[in-house]
Nanobody, 123 residues
Framework: QVQLVESGGGSVQAGGSLRLSCAASGYTSSRNCMGWFRQAPGKERDGVAVIDTYGSPSYADSVKGRFTISRDNAKNTLYLQMNSLKAEDTAMYYC?????????????????WGQGTRVTVSS
């Protein structure tokens, strides 16, 4: 059974940094996409960044140049380094996984989800 457990959220002032982690377990296939998604109160869940098995990333325009997604396949762990945080980055952040080569940005395409970790950025 696939399990995803996020950590690293918290409260930070605008301009600060946070690093999210997602520990994955319960699967053997290395052919997968992993991603970070976020959902602010009253809004839909949106893609933040996704990364394929080989480490090739894609980012939402709103986070390009500020966020970096990475993964350690040996540890089955996904990361999101968030710098220059803004108040509008405040949301619940979720880790997700899907077993496919081409990594979609739509949350609807992902099969497995973590419980989320909250990020609050104060201005």
């Amino acid at each position: 059974q696939v399990q995803l457990v996020e950590s690293g959220g918290g409260s930070v002032q605008a301009g600060g940094s946070l690093r999210l982690s997602c520990a994955a377990s319960g699967y053997t296939s290395s052919r997968n996409c992993m991603g970070w998604f976020r959902q602010a109160p009253g809004k839909e869940r949106d893609g933040v960044a996704v990364i394929d098995t080989y480490g090739s990333p894609s980012y939402a325009d709103s986070v390009k140049g500020r966020f970096t997604i990475s993964r350690d396949n040996a540890k089955n762990t996904l990361y999101l380094q968030m710098n220059s945080l803004k108040a509008e980055d405040t949301a619940m952040y979720y880790c997700a996984l899907v077993f496919r080569f081409n990594c979609p940005f739509s949350p609807a395409e992902y099969n497995y989800w973590g419980q989320g970790t909250r990020v609050t950025v104060s201005s």
